[in-house]
T-cell receptor, first 108, second 114 residues
């Protein structure tokens, strides 16, 4: 199964943009890239996903490298409520496998 | 409201006493899955089901059983719980539309086995 690599933790100031990186150098041509986040004391929630093109939704933007070996989740203006663990996951022909994610801290 | 409902939210039990954690979804999802979450280990999949009467092992199935007799329900059964099964458990569901069906998670069940 294709794996992803994310930094263990990142920090951001409130109201500033945050770029969360994810490397997936062994991605196959048909793997989707998904991002989920887990707020404290809650189950994970879907954020965004994409295949080849960049994607935008009300929560975030997803920038996918041209070779698809990396992607970046962009939170345009971090708020304290965005403090969470963010998971980058590849969806291939097997169920989603969650790694350890990136713990994002937001400083007021 | 579309949701995945787990019960109970908290459970304390003793070694060897059989227990069941229930999971129900009201979205007509084909796919359902159980995960456990432990500090430093992230979310690990226990079992999953692609549809009624179809179940498969995930990464850490030992000590657990599941059943999928109805589409909406996917109970997790611990026949003889042990302390190493103390964990936070999540149930999730989705449609089988690959790439276009996000997973919906329940609020979790915190299990303590003494």
């Amino acid at each position: 199964d294709a794996k992803t690599t994310q930094p263990n933790s990142m920090e951001s100031n409130e109201e500033e943009p945050v770029h969360l990186p994810c490397n997936h150098s062994t991605i196959s041509g048909t793997d989707y890239i998904h991002w989920y986040r887990q707020l404290p004391s809650q189950g994970p929630e879907y954020v965004i996903h994409g295949l080849t093109s960049n994607v935008n939704n009300r929560m975030a933007s997803l920038a996918i490298a041209e070779d698809r070996k990396s992607s970046t989740l962009i939170l345009h203006r971090a708020t304290l409520r965005d403090a969470a663990v963010y998971y980058c996951i590849l969806e291939g022909n097997t169920p989603l496998v969650f790694g350890k994610g990136t713990r994002l801290s937001v400083i007021a | 409201e579309a949701q995945v409902t787990q019960n109970p939210r908290y459970l304390i039990t003793v070694t060897g006493k059989k227990l069941t954690v229930t999971c129900s979804q009201n979205m007509n999802h084909e796919y359902m899955s159980w995960y456990r979450q432990d500090p430093g280990l992230g979310l690990r999949q226990i079992y999953y089901s692609m549809n009624v009467e179809v179940t498969d092992k995930g990464d850490v199935p030992e000590g657990y059983k599941v059943s999928r007799k109805e589409k909406r329900n996917f109970p997790l059964i611990l026949e003889s719980p042990s302390p190493n099964q103390t964990s936070l458990y999540f149930c999730a569901s989705s449609f089988l539309l690959r790439g276009n069906s996000p997973l919906h998670f329940g609020n979790g069940t915190r299990l303590t086995v003494t």
